[in-house]
């Protein structure tokens, strides 16, 4: 049994040493396309920003996203008074969304 296990391990131990180990980038290096550096910074910076996002306590994420552009659209919303405040308010958010690309 002790033979059938070394066996085993000596195996195993082969395997292992046979895997190609890719080695690290340079710190230094870029990609040789500037395009394509600026395209995965930016992909980076976006992933960061979910990430950081989505580990920001509830309160904090409202304060961050929402509660500017929820505030100024209520004060428009009072000062206007309109018919259908939802509607207008839901209007207003669409119409001054940060995110929205004109």
Do not use: C, F, W
Request: hydrophobic fraction near 35%.
């Amino acid at each position: 049994a002790n033979q059938t296990m070394g066996d085993a391990d000596a195996e195993m131990k082969t395997e292992a040493q046979e895997e190609p180990v890719s080695a690290p980038a340079d710190a230094g290096s870029a990609p040789e396309n500037p395009d394509q550096a600026a395209l995965a910074e930016k992909a980076a910076t976006e992933a960061q920003e979910k990430i950081d996002s989505q580990a920001l306590p509830i309160r904090t994420y409202l304060d961050q996203t929402v509660v500017p552009i929820l505030l100024q659209g209520l004060s428009d919303l009072v000062k206007a008074r309109p018919d259908d405040p939802v509607e207008y308010l839901a209007a207003y958010l669409v119409k001054h969304n940060p995110k929205s690309k004109k």
